[in-house]
């Protein structure tokens, strides 16, 4: 299957401080990502979906201030996670879809602590 | 909204022995796509099986299969011959058509056995 690069794979931040996570499909083009969140034991729920060149459609409840999402390459889609707080804590995960009827290829996850 | 149903938080089987993990959804498609995906500790999501709507033939894999009662809105994934690399957590997702997202489920944690 395609190859779906996340980086990095943990980051430890200080309170008040931003972090970036990239996303990049390293074979294909990726029209669309989207980033999932996943707690301890929880299953993935989705932040956001972004298409290529517009700007990321956020879900309920998600702070798009707050989580910010680019993707401004057909390869690359970044999660900047603004004004860190220790509750932002947690595990995030991107996939990465060609196009509308193609498969979904998932990240390796990123694994964020602030302290 | 779609929403995934996994009834089974935890499962646990013998090695070799078959093992058959519970999903139902709810959507007013007609035209969807069903997942497994397995998520070992490493929280890397791997592709199981992923099964259309519009085939009424069962998708399998391997060791893997599903059953797909599209009537009942139902799509358990059937292990046989467990092995000790199978334990796992278990997703089942939903994806409609057109440029959607993957709904998951809770997730089932399958124990196996030795």
């Known amino acids: 299957g395609a190859v779906v690069s996340q980086h990095p794979s943990w980051v430890i931040c200080k309170s008040g401080t931003s972090v970036k996570i990239e996303c990049r499909s390293l074979d294909f083009q990726a029209t669309t990502m989207f980033w999932y969140r996943q707690f301890p034991k929880q299953s993935l729920m989705l932040m956001a979906t972004s298409n290529e060149g517009s700007k990321a459609t956020y879900e309920q409840g998600v702070e798009k201030d707050k989580f910010l999402i680019n993707h401004a390459s057909l390869t690359l889609s970044t999660l900047t996670v603004t004004s860190a707080h220790p509750e932002d804590s947690s595990f995030y995960i991107c996939s990465a879809r060609a196009g509308v009827n193609t498969e979904a290829f998932f990240g390796q996850g990123t694994r964020l602590t602030v302290v | 909204a779609q929403t995934v149903t996994q009834s089974q938080p935890e499962m646990s089987v013998q090695e070799a022995e078959t093992v058959t993990l519970s999903c139902t959804y709810d959507?007013?498609?007609?035209?969807?796509?069903l997942f497994w995906y397995k998520q070992p500790p490493s929280r890397q999501m791997i592709l199981v099986i992923r099964?259309?709507?519009?085939?009424?033939q069962n998708a399998t894999e391997n060791r893997f299969s599903v059953n797909f009662q599209k009537a009942a809105k139902s799509f358990s994934l059937k292990i046989s011959d467990s092995q000790l690399g199978d334990a796992a957590m278990y997703f089942c997702a939903y994806r409609g058509s057109g440029n959607t997202p993957l709904v998951f489920g809770k997730g089932t944690r399958l124990s196996v056995i030795a």
């Open positions: 099964q259309e709507a519009y085939k009424q």
């Open positions: 959507t007013s498609e007609s035209d969807y796509y």
